[in-house]
């Protein structure tokens, strides 16, 4: 098998706070293992192509997951969320991106493999049962799943006044350095 860019994202996305189902989707669309149309159709499979998502273009890995408007919807209101600016190039470089305290880069990071798993969500539903999420609903379900992830790290803010602000909006518990006990020494 050819290899990937390599990177730290393997370490990064697997985590005991980030269900693994849903760091498996991010790992397979880093690997160029998703199976949308794309993919499908290179494997053998005669199929019309459609991304099920805006209903627009052809669905590709690219596509649906960093240019269709659904995703690029998703991807602005994380930027907005924590007022960074994700690199949506390639699935490995909206990762290695995170920047910030050690809380901050752990709930980024999962704000990114939960988006990720969450378009992929609704593209299956919308395939598979035509519903379709609308963007408000998906927003909330990475928003509910961030909060879980969040608050089951034991990664530590840092003292940044505009982190502790971050993390409370998404009631996330911050969790703080714990400091030395000062002992008195006579």
Same mark, same amino acid.
């Given at each position: 098998?050819?290899?990937?860019?390599?990177?730290?994202w393997?370490?990064?996305?697997?985590s005991?706070?980030?269900?693994?189902?849903?760091?498996?989707?991010?790992?397979?669309?880093?690997?160029?293992?998703?199976?949308s149309?794309?993919?499908?159709?290179?494997?053998?499979?005669?199929?019309?192509?459609?991304?099920?998502?805006?209903?627009?273009?052809?669905e590709?890995?690219k596509?649906?997951?960093?240019?269709?408007?659904?995703?690029?919807?998703i991807?602005?209101?994380?930027?907005?969320?924590?007022?960074?600016?994700?690199?949506t190039?390639?699935a490995?470089?909206?990762i290695?991106?995170?920047?910030?305290s050690? /809380?901050?880069?752990?709930? +980024?990071? $999962?704000?990114?493999? #939960? &988006?990720? %798993?969450?378009?992929w969500?609704?593209?299956?539903? *919308?395939?598979?049962?035509?519903?379709y999420?609308?963007?408000? /609903?998906?927003?909330?379900k +990475?928003? $509910?799943?961030?909060? #879980? &992830?969040? %608050?089951?790290?034991l990664?530590?803010?840092?003292? *940044?006044?505009?982190?502790?602000s971050?993390?409370?909006?998404?009631?996330v518990?911050?969790?703080?350095?714990?400091y030395?006990?000062?002992?008195?020494?006579?």
């Amino acid at each position: 098998m050819p290899q990937t860019e390599s990177g730290n994202w393997c370490n990064l996305i697997w985590s005991s706070s980030i269900p693994p189902s849903k760091s498996f989707t991010l790992w397979r669309l880093i690997n160029n293992r998703m199976p949308s149309n794309e993919n499908l159709q290179a494997r053998g499979c005669v199929l019309a192509s459609k991304c099920n998502l805006c209903k627009v273009q052809v669905e590709s890995s690219k596509h649906l997951f960093l240019s269709c408007s659904f995703a690029t919807a998703i991807w602005d209101w994380l930027n907005y969320q924590f007022q960074i600016i994700i690199d949506t190039s390639s699935a490995a470089n909206m990762i290695l991106a995170a920047k910030g305290s050690a /809380q901050m880069k752990h709930l +980024i990071i $999962s704000a990114v493999v #939960l &988006a990720v %798993n969450t378009i992929w969500y609704c593209r299956n539903l *919308s395939r598979s049962q035509d519903k379709y999420l609308h963007l408000p /609903q998906a927003i909330n379900k +990475i928003k $509910s799943f961030l909060t #879980l &992830a969040g %608050n089951s790290s034991l990664a530590v803010a840092g003292s *940044s006044l505009n982190d502790f602000s971050i993390i409370r909006s998404l009631k996330v518990q911050v969790n703080y350095r714990k400091y030395p006990r000062i002992l008195e020494v006579n």
